[in-house]
């Protein structure tokens, strides 16, 4: 069983920057690729960015690309996501998930950013 959990969300004005963190149960980042996404007041959940097993690839939603920077240390299993020019757009709970070729195996209970304008 996979444990993951977030943090590092809050409050913060528009154009400000955040860093969320993702603890992850000991070995996960070898068999599993870790992933945030995001879901909106209202609005479905969606695909914020991904990193690979290895940490050689990284992918992204159009809309952070060159905002947001995912990252991933095997050493403490921590993924971060550094999110910077925030918009109020961006206001959303942010989970962390592990995932396989096929989809999510598992998600975090999530952190909620908020985006002031």
């Known amino acids: 069983q996979v444990q993951l959990v977030e943090s590092g969300g809050g409050l913060v004005q528009a154009g400000g920057s955040l860093r969320l963190s993702c603890a992850a149960s000991?070995?996960?980042?070898?068999?599993?690729?870790m992933g945030w996404y995001r879901q909106a007041p209202g609005k479905e959940r969606g695909f914020v960015a991904r990193?690979?097993?290895?940490?050689?690839?990284?992918y992204y939603a159009d809309s952070v690309k060159g905002r947001f920077t995912i990252s991933g240390d095997n050493a403490k299993n921590t993924v971060y996501l550094q999110m910077n020019s925030l918009k109020p757009e961006d206001t959303a709970i942010y989970s962390c998930?592990?995932?396989?070729?096929?989809?999510?195996?598992?998600w975090g209970k999530g952190t909620l950013v908020t985006v002031s304008s």
């Open positions: 998930t592990a995932e396989t070729s096929y989809g999510v195996d598992y």
């Open positions: 000991a070995r996960t980042f070898s068999r599993y690729n």
């Open positions: 990193i690979s097993t290895s940490g050689g690839s990284t």
